[in-house]
C-alpha cells in the first residue's frame, strides 16, 4: 500500500500504518516493547513510561506517539533496559507486592516483567504504604496494596463498560484509585463479566471464588517470558 509509512526500530526497516503507534507497529513485526499501562483496545494512556523508546534522539512513550515518516526508533538499547529496569523497582517498593501469596502470579504483568528484566529483589527500599482493601462486593474484591496505578480498570470501566465505576482521585503518593460510590465496591454496579475487572494487570482486582482455579506452574508466564508472544509473532 502507498500510504504505508516506513521507519526503523533498532536499525530494522519496519513499514507501518499511518494510524499506528510505534508500540502497535513494532508489535505487528514482531518486535516486543515492554509496556503496563498500555492494553489493546483502550485509549493509551502513557502514564507507566516503561514503553520509552527514544525517538529521533528523544524520549517518547511508544504506546502513545504515531508514526511517522522516517522515524528512527531505539527500542533494545541497554540505556533504555537500564530505564525500564528502575520503573519496575520503584512500583515494586511504592505498593505492597507480595507474590508468593497473590493469587495472580504467574499471571501478572508486573512479575513477568521483573522475571524478564531479570529481577530478583529492587535495590531501592520498600516503602509498606497503608493502603484499603475492599472485599465488599460479592464477586470481586480490589486490594490498592497491589495497584500500580495504570487506568486499565479506570479506562475499560469507562470506555468498554460504560460505568465509570472507577476513577483515580489525588496526586503523587496519595493517588489512588477510588470508586464511584460513597464507600464501598458493593455500592457500585460493578459486575464480575465488566472489561474493568478483565484489565487489571497484577492482583489488585481479583475475581472472587476463583482462586487457585488454575494451578501455580501452569499460568500464562510461568514457561514463556512476558513479551514471548509478540516476539513469535502470535499477538498483533
Ligand atoms: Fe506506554 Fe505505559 S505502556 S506509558
Redesign the pocket.
Known amino acids: 500500500m502507498s500510504d504505508m509509512i516506513q521507519i526503523t526500530i533498532d536499525g530494522r526497516e519496519i513499514e507501518a500504518q499511518p494510524s499506528q503507534t510505534i508500540?502497535e507497529a513494532a508489535q505487528n513485526k514482531g518486535v516486543y516493547i515492554p509496556?503496563?499501562?498500555?492494553m489493546k483496545g483502550l485509549i493509551?494512556?502513557?502514564?507507566?513510561?516503561?514503553?520509552?523508546v527514544m525517538v529521533n534522539g528523544r524520549p517518547q512513550?511508544?504506546?502513545?506517539t504515531p508514526v511517522a515518516p522516517g522515524q528512527v526508533v531505539e527500542n533494545n538499547t541497554d540505556k533504555l533496559m537500564a530505564l525500564r529496569k528502575n520503573i519496575i523497582e520503584m512500583l515494586f517498593v511504592e505498593g505492597n507486592h507480595y507474590c508468593m501469596y497473590c493469587e495472580k502470579s504467574g499471571n501478572c504483568e508486573l512479575q513477568a516483567l521483573a522475571y524478564r528484566f531479570g529481577i530478583a529483589a529492587p535495590k531501592y527500599p520498600y516503602l509498606f504504604p497503608q493502603r484499603d482493601v475492599d472485599a465488599s462486593h460479592r464477586d470481586v474484591l480490589i486490594d490498592r496494596n497491589r495497584c500500580i496505578l495504570?487506568g486499565r480498570c479506570v479506562r475499560s470501566s469507562r470506555d468498554v463498560d460504560g460505568k465509570h465505576v472507577f476513577e483515580f482521585v489525588g496526586r503523587g503518593p496519595e493517588k489512588r484509585v477510588a470508586i464511584n460510590a460513597e464507600a464501598k465496591l458493593s455500592d457500585t454496579n460493578l459486575e464480575v463479566r465488566d472489561a474493568a475487572v478483565e484489565a487489571c494487570p497484577v492482583g489488585a482486582i481479583l475475581k472472587k471464588r476463583v482462586g487457585y482455579a488454575v494451578p501455580v506452574g501452569q499460568r500464562m508466564y510461568d514457561h514463556e517470558p512476558i513479551g514471548s508472544d509478540v516476539e513469535a509473532g502470535a499477538a498483533k
Open positions: 508500540l509496556r503496563l499501562c498500555y493509551p494512556h502513557g502514564s507507566c513510561r516503561i514503553c520509552t512513550s511508544a504506546c502513545t495504570c
